[in-house]
């Protein structure tokens, strides 16, 4: 796209596969190759400083695979779009007959948007906090979380909560972690997650979907690795002398007793693993909550 200085023409054929891949069955694999193509582009267009690595320039002779430009981001929406719409179609029109084909197309349908948006946030948007950016990842998760709902009802039986729902609340839960790093600075970032894991536990009250339970361990998995990241959870810097009162105390407390929450809310609708996955976040964020006021309150 690069090299040929227009990628306009590009968009069109990206465009053009999905469509055939839409009305002919058989050509699956061209969604495949349009998807693969799109997150590749949009991947090589995210600035190595921004992610501290120079392995996105991934277009032959270390030349970019698109230019960021206004151009490249409008085409970055449309094919949004049009992967969302037409995979979400699909999905929903194979999601009673051909319960495979339709989980493809619910991939493609949630890889694409979530990829392109989050290359337009590190390359054009300000990555410390971008309600600009926020608001179109909690467009995309009410979307996703619709359009899962809107292929569950075409199954057969319906509300089974299959291989393409899965994907589509997968996107979902994915979109809302976008959109709490993009919307909040560090430290309500991560006591919003931990709390995001409620609700993906609660909704099992309504829905018996298999992916709920591993949408609320997902959350416990990020808060955990934002703690690994950054143990003080505001940065040293900025964090309160005050022994007891400081952001430790929400930043491992309330993902703990959130956890707990799912936890429990779990073993009285689906159980299962992630019952017992969450269980363990929760002993252990309660355990590193008294252990980092203890280790701040000492030094």
Request: proline share 6%; charged share 10%; with cysteine.
């Amino acid at each position: 796209f690069a090299s040929a200085g227009d990628a306009l023409h590009g968009a069109v054929l990206l465009a053009a596969l999905v469509a055939v891949a839409l009305y002919r069955p058989r050509a699956l694999p061209l969604v495949f190759a349009a998807g693969i193509a799109t997150v590749l582009i949009y991947l090589g267009i995210i600035p190595p400083a921004t992610i501290g690595a120079d392995a996105l320039d991934v277009g032959l002779d270390a030349q970019p695979l698109a230019s960021s430009d206004a151009l490249t981001f409008s085409i970055g929406i449309a094919l949004g779009l049009i992967f969302f719409a037409a995979s979400f179609w699909a999905a929903h029109r194979f999601a009673a007959a051909a319960s495979r084909r339709a989980a493809c197309w619910a991939a493609w349908g949630v890889i694409p948007p979530l990829v392109v948006l989050t290359a337009l946030w590190l390359t054009f948007g300000d990555i410390d906090r971008d309600l600009g950016y926020a608001l179109p990842a909690l467009l995309l998760l009410l979307a996703f979380a619709a359009g899962g709902e809107w292929i569950a009802r075409a199954e057969q039986p319906p509300l089974v909560g299959g291989p393409a729902v899965s994907f589509a609340l997968g996107g979902a839960g994915v979109a809302g972690l976008l959109m709490l790093h993009m919307a909040f600075g560090s430290g309500w970032t991560t006591v919003l997650l931990g709390i995001g894991a409620i609700l993906p536990a609660l909704a099992t009250r309504w829905r018996s979907y298999p992916v709920l339970g591993w949408i609320s361990v997902g959350a416990a998995v990020a808060v955990l690795g934002r703690v690994a990241f950054d143990p003080t959870i505001v940065g040293a810097a900025f964090l309160s002398r005050t022994p007891v009162f400081n952001w430790l105390l929400p930043g491992y407390g309330v993902p703990a007793l959130a956890f707990g929450f799912a936890a429990w809310q779990l073993a009285r609708t689906t159980n299962g693993r992630p019952r017992l996955a969450m269980e363990a976040a929760s002993a252990l964020f309660a355990l590193l909550t008294i252990a980092m006021l203890v280790r701040h309150a000492m030094h």
